[in-house]
């Protein structure tokens, strides 16, 4: 059964950093590809990024590209957010999931697999 466990939210000011971090366990996730989402309270739940187990390719969505990247360290079967200058329409719950592909992947519906998520708060 394929788990996925999100950390590092919390409250941050705005300008302010946070890395979140999901880690994956349950199959090998070599063919498999890792997304980030979030949902605002009011708003429908948006594409953040994405990255791939085999070759690393990832994609940022443009409203967030200069300030956030996606990594992933494949001995751990973790993926990362790492969220700079954070402004408070960043504010969120944040959610990880994963679907067997090879490419990334922005449709959340294409997902088989989903966290729990990790709130994050940016004061003003």
């Known amino acids: 059964q394929v788990q996925l466990i999100e950390s590092g939210g919390g409250l941050v000011q705005a300008g302010g950093s946070l890395r979140l971090s999901c880690a994956a366990s349950?199959?090998?996730?070599?063919?498999?590809?890792m997304g980030w989402f979030r949902q605002a309270p009011g708003k429908e739940r948006e594409f953040v990024g994405g990255?791939?187990?085999?070759?690393?390719?990832?994609y940022i969505a443009d409203s967030v590209k200069d300030r956030f990247t996606i990594s992933r360290d494949n001995a751990k079967n973790t993926i990362y957010l790492q969220m700079n200058s954070l402004k408070p329409e960043d504010t969120a719950v944040y959610y990880c999931?994963?679907?067997?592909?090879?490419?990334?992947?922005?449709?959340?519906?294409?997902?088989?697999?989903w966290g729990q998520g990790t709130q994050v708060t940016v004061s003003s």
């Open positions: 999931a994963a679907v067997h592909s090879f490419r990334v992947v922005i449709i959340q519906s294409d997902y088989n697999y």
């Open positions: 990255i791939t187990w085999s070759g690393g390719r990832s």
């Open positions: 349950g199959r090998t996730f070599s063919s498999w590809s």
